[in-house]
T-cell receptor
Framework: GENVEQHPSTLSVQEGDSAVIKCTYS??????FPWYKQELGKGPQLIID?????GEKKDQRIAVTLNKTAKHFSLHITETQPEDSAVYFC?????????????FGGGTRVLVKP | EPEVTQTPSHQVTQMGQEVILRCVPI?????FYWYRQILGQKVEFLVS????????KSEIFDDQFSVERPDGSNFTLKIRSTKLEDSAMYFC?????????????FGPGTRLTVL
């Protein structure tokens, strides 16, 4: 089955700097890659996702890139702010009727220092 | 904005007891999921549910687990005889019907503690 590895496990950045989180996946059939942000006491919240027919997607300060050949994808947060502090999860999924289970990476705890 | 809700937020039970975790998915969603996260580990898929039946389940989801959509709004996860290793955060998720790829929206989770 699919295996998703995520690095780093913790990331400390100065406010205003960029943060990059990287994930690799094993199943070449995976074609949907969401990123979730989890704040304390809350469930994971989708922040951005990318389909396998796209190499890059951007939404304001957040961008995701996908390299299908190398089977890795990355989350980029620019101009980080204290409210970006949270745990971020990458995930991978395969199109499947009535399924689409997500396989998650191990998470990255991001701390943005003011 | 519609959201997935889960009750209770924290459940403490004795080993061997049955527990039912409850979820109210977003109202017009058709696909429902349970995931769990043992402390310090990855979020793991348990089961997906569509059209009143299980569409996929993981190896974790053995005979001790069952899911049900008893009415038009609730989606439940039952663990028949809890074990210590069932202690985890359990997340419910739901998604709509905009094609096969669509966002899964997660609830806040139920922390299950088995003593």
């Amino acid at each position: 089955g699919e295996n998703v590895e995520q690095h780093p496990s913790t990331l400390s950045v100065q406010e205003g700097d960029s943060a990059v989180i990287k994930c690799t996946y094993s199943d070449s059939a995976s074609n949907y890659f969401p990123w979730y942000k989890q704040e304390l006491g809350k469930g994971p919240q989708l922040i951005i996702d990318i389909r396998s027919n796209v190499g890059e997607k951007k939404d304001q300060r957040i961008a995701v890139t996908l390299n299908k050949t190398a089977k890795h994808f990355s989350l980029h947060i620019t101009e980080t702010q204290p409210e970006d502090s949270a745990v971020y999860f990458c995930a991978a999924s395969t199109i499947k009727a009535a399924g689409n289970k997500l396989t998650f990476g191990g998470g990255t705890r991001v701390l943005v220092k003011p | 904005e519609p959201e997935v809700t889960q009750t209770p937020s924290h459940q403490v039970t004795q080993m061997g007891q049955e527990v039912i975790l409850r979820c109210v998915p977003i109202s017009n969603h058709l696909y429902f999921y349970w995931y769990r996260q043992i402390l310090g580990q990855k979020v793991e898929f348990l089961v997906s549910f569509y059209n009143n039946e299980i569409s996929e389940k993981s190896e974790i989801f053995d005979d001790q687990f069952s899911v049900e959509r008893p009415d038009g709004s609730n989606f439940t996860l039952k663990i028949r005889s809890t074990k210590l290793e069932d202690s985890a955060m359990y997340f419910c998720a739901s998604r709509g019907d905009r094609g096969l790829i669509d966002t899964q929206y997660f609830g806040p989770g139920t922390r299950l503690t088995v003593l």
